[in-house]
């Protein structure tokens, strides 16, 4: 049986550089032994080495719509989501921000600064309250070297991550306001739905920083497409009535 690191063998390199932002977030005593069974990455591990993994993670609790690190900074720390929704963002001099990615429970992220040692390729945020597990550089590099699988399964998230880039990157450079709405409604069905109905809570600006149109627009065209039939929304929830509509006005 392969222990993949005893406590003594983790080199947090002294006392952990936990960012200001962390610290702020209050430490939960208790993580749940089972949480890391679920996560996709850690999916495949013996029962020993999820124990030892779960006694080295570290469990914070954020408000919503709380920053949780900025663009740029150090990063010293890979996220796990054991509950809520994590928005990865980028923001411009002038203050407008793209919504790069909603994550939710069992995404990871952070690990890219981890993996490259540069700093933050872009900033996080809670969208809803979270609690979120954090896992030192050290305890990260330590399982990449024992468990080949784990480093697969990054991989994977990454090109996963890279196809939808490629698929805003379609829908910003070739798709007008329509095309984009409407794809992006495809793509949180696909993501988040249920049956076609999308019920994370995200207000007409988020909507806008994740399509990349203006809070405005979303809203007209939000009316113009429950108009034609091809949406139902609510505060609560968007509800998809014509999924061929909305394919046909993206690109
Ligand atoms: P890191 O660069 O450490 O900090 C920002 C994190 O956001 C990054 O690691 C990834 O985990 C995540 N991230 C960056 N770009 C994207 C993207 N396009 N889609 C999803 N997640 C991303």
Known sequence: ???????????????????PLVNRARPSEKTDPNFLKNVFLFRDLPAVDLKTLTQAVKLVSFPKDTPIFYEGEHGEVMYIIKSGL???HRTAGDGRSKTLALLRQGDIFGEMSLLTDRGRTASAATVTACDLLLMDKGVLSALLKKKPDISFKIMQTLCERLAH???????????????????????????????????????????ADLAGVSRETVTKLFGEFQDEGAIKFS?????????????KWTL
């Open 1 to 19: 049986m392969l222990i993949f690191f005893a406590r003594k063998q983790i080199s947090f390199g002294g006392a952990p550089k936990i960012m």
């Open 86 to 88: 994590v928005k990865i």
């Open 165 to 207: 880039a490629d698929r805003q990157i379609k829908a910003l450079a070739l798709g007008n306001s329509r095309a984009r709405i409407a794809d992006m409604i495809l793509f949180l069905a696909d993501e988040f739905g249920q049956k076609d109905v999308i019920q994370i809570h995200l207000i007409h600006q988020d909507i």
């Open 235 to 247: 505060s609560k929830e968007i509800r998809i009535l014509s999924r061929e509509k909305l394919r």
